[in-house]
């Protein structure tokens, strides 16, 4: 697979949220890179000072299963340990510890696929904000509204009169 035809798209799918980070999971990497998991690991933990705990962290058991029974990782692989998360700031340390070409094309697509998806959620959260004032503003308004006509109806309620004169029966 030629990065270069890799669609952004594909890359936005392979970027998951696990402990409220957005990253993207070795054996994704992996396949981008076009590397095997395990040499991309070996040449992680080669480097392991380049790879704080806020640019990569393995998974969980518990996180592990969570994943695999969406069918995310599962299919791909026999596995055998526990998946490696790699956050935007841990995939652009990749691009010193993997030096192949490859690697460089594969970074700038991820690079540019995190910008994206950050620019789009910036403008998802503006349009949510300008979403949820509109509706306070409006049900304020039509609160007011509706109590006035409320009001009005209530004010205005003709009471029955009884007739004037005899009635039969009474």
Known sequence: MNVS????????????LIRNRKVLLDQDLAELYDVKPKALIQAVKRNLDRFPD???FQLTSDEAE???????????RNIR??????????????SGVLRSKRAVQANIAIMRTFVRLHEFLSKYKEVA???ANME????????????TIDRLTKQHV????RRIGFKSGE
């Not at 035809?5 to 998951?16: A, D, M, S």
């Not at 003709?158 to 009169?161: E, F, L, W």
């Open 129 to 131: 904000d300008k979403l």
């Open 81 to 94: 340990y526990l998946p490696y998360a790699f956050t935007q700031e841990g995939v652009a340390m990749l």
């Open 54 to 56: 806020d640019f990569m």
């Open 158 to 161: 003709v009471p029955k009169h």
């Open 5 to 16: 035809v890799v669609p952004l798209e594909t890359i936005e799918r392979k970027i998951y």
């Open 136 to 147: 306070n503003k409006y049900d304020a308004q039509f609160r007011v509204v509706f109590e």
């Open 66 to 76: 969570a994943m695999r029974s969406q069918s995310v990782t599962a299919s791909k």
